[in-house]
């Protein structure tokens, strides 16, 4: 119940079952939706980075299929700071 919400109303819920921030059912569907949210927030800075490095679609298969996800990752991540620039993609307001 927000603190603004009738208390003498019947239909008004006093205590809200759920989470901590109250838009979700349980606590387990709040954390599964903040680990959904820390995903998505990853995808798009590491697709931003291969954009970035890689204009050319087809120059980024190439070099994927050359050496791997997983290489190209760690080889990528030697020369770009991709731990710290997800960190500041996760902060919600800074950027």
Known sequence: MS???????????????GCSC???????????DMKNE???V??????AVMRGLFPDDQMRRNFLRAVGAGTAMAAISTLF????????AAEKGKL
């Not at 109250?22 to 599964?32: T, V």
């Not at 990853?42 to 697709?47: G, M, T």
Request: zero cysteines; charged letters at 30%.
């Open 3 to 17: 603190g603004f919400d009738n208390p003498f109303d019947p239909d008004t819920k006093l205590h809200r079952a």
């Open 42 to 47: 990853s995808r798009v800075v590491e697709s």
């Open 38 to 40: 820390d995903a998505r």
């Open 81 to 88: 700071p991709m731990g710290a620039s997800k960190a500041l």
């Open 22 to 32: 109250g838009r979700h059912h349980s606590q387990a569907d709040h954390e599964a």
